[in-house]
């Protein structure tokens, strides 16, 4: 049976797209109809496509920690209930809108949209649907989107970081941690310390290609990456978990050293102490590679198919750590939340 959506405040997408009188059979779509409540799996009947929009089956979507902050109502963008989260993900073209030019039926996609991808089928602008080339998975694209493009810009783009420098990263065996690692050591050919907070997600970390890593369960992160590298410090940092963590990743820096904000997993947000940044020439900057989308598109764009090309290369390759069916969204979300993760986790409504 179809979810029938009434009586509720809607976004207006979501009534464009249920109202609608599309062909096509029911499909499966997690929905968050309460916020921090359990999602729930329902059957959804399908829309039409618009004139510049593709219908993809969906084959992988990832699960980011923002989808679960999303569901909480604790991320920067609030949806309306009810809604289906989803990101990011990798499928084959469906159906086609009759103004899209840039991929046909059959084609294999990877399409970056801020609801919707945790379902069967996922109606997305051509503009973000991107091709998948030959020698990369359906799963190792869902894995690209996000993390990817979020290690390329705040390594490249943000921090500027130069073959031969020291980049620490915390959260390391994380989706992003593991593609920082990744594109610091075969892109830009960096040299990398990971900081992770089991010796389990340590050896995944230098398996990956890390040189050193740092339990930061077991003492100073300061202390250990002294030891590590001496008094001068790393060049670059990114940190994904925020509070002390981020603390002792910036007073870890070298002179004229780049810090990155790009999470906080921990849960706090730290002050910057202003004195640090002038003593050693210190630059601290923030990454959000969503905001490239409305703000700087063909940075986004750019990046994206750079994370492609590599994986087609075999220059990256992004590690999925669990997949999940779409059924088990629940138990996706708890395993991230409980730090289990490693690598990327996905869903497969397949
Ligand atoms: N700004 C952006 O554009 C952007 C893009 C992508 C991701 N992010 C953010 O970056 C962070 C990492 O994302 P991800 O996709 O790499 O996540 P992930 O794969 O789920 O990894 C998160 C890691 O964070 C660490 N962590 C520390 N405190 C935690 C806590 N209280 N609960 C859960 N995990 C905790 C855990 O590693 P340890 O056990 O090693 O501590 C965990 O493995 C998130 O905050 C996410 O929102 C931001």
Not at 89 to 100: Q, Y
Not at 212 to 233: D, I, T
Not at 301 to 306: E, I, M, Y
Request: with cysteine.
């Amino acid at each position: 049976m179809a979810a029938v959506l009434r009586g509720r405040c809607l976004p207006r997408a979501w009534l464009c797209r249920k109202a609608g009188q599309g062909g096509g059979r029911d499909y499966r779509a997690a929905l968050c109809t309460e916020l921090k409540q359990p999602l729930t799996i329902e059957e959804v009947a399908p829309s039409p496509v618009g004139p510049r929009e593709v219908r993809v089956d969906v084959h992988f979507c990832g699960v980011n920690f923002a989808d679960i902050l999303v569901c909480r109502g604790q991320y920067q963008e609030r949806p309306h209930l009810p809604f289906t989260p989803g990101m990011e993900f990798s499928g084959t073209v469906l159906e086609t809108g009759t103004d899209v030019s840039t991929v046909k039926e059959g084609d294999r996609v990877v399409g970056v949209s801020f609801f919707n991808g945790m379902a069967e089928e996922c109606i997305i602008d051509q503009k973000m649907l991107w091709q998948i080339p030959e020698k990369v998975s359906l799963q190792e694209a869902a894995a690209l989107p996000i993390s990817y493009t979020t290690a390329i810009l705040a390594l490249e783009h943000r921090a500027r970081t130069q073959p031969g420098e020291t980049v620490l990263v915390t959260a390391a065996a994380g989706a992003t941690g593991l593609a920082v690692i990744d594109v610091a050591t075969n892109i830009l050919q960096a040299k990398v310390i990971a900081v992770a907070g089991s010796d389990e997600k340590c050896k995944l970390a230098m398996e990956r290609g890390a040189q050193f890593c740092v339990n930061y369960n077991q003492g100073s992160l300061k202390e250990a990456v002294r030891k590590l590298v001496g008094s001068g410090g790393v060049n670059v940092a990114i940190d994904m978990v925020g509070g002390d963590v981020f603390l002792e990743a910036l007073r870890s820096l070298a002179w004229e050293g780049r810090i990155v904000v790009v999470g906080f997993t921990g849960g706090n947000i730290a002050s910057v102490p202003a004195n640090l940044l002038l003593l050693k020439n210190i630059s601290a900057m923030g990454i959000a590679s969503g905001q490239y989308r409305d703000k700087n598109f063909p940075v986004l764009s750019k990046t994206l198919s750079s994370a492609l090309q590599y994986c087609q290369q075999g220059c990256v390759q992004p590690h999925v750590g669990t997949v999940f069916k779409l059924e088990e969204v629940n138990d996706a979300f708890l395993h991230v939340m409980q730090h289990k993760s490693m690598g990327k986790v996905l869903l497969s409504p397949k």
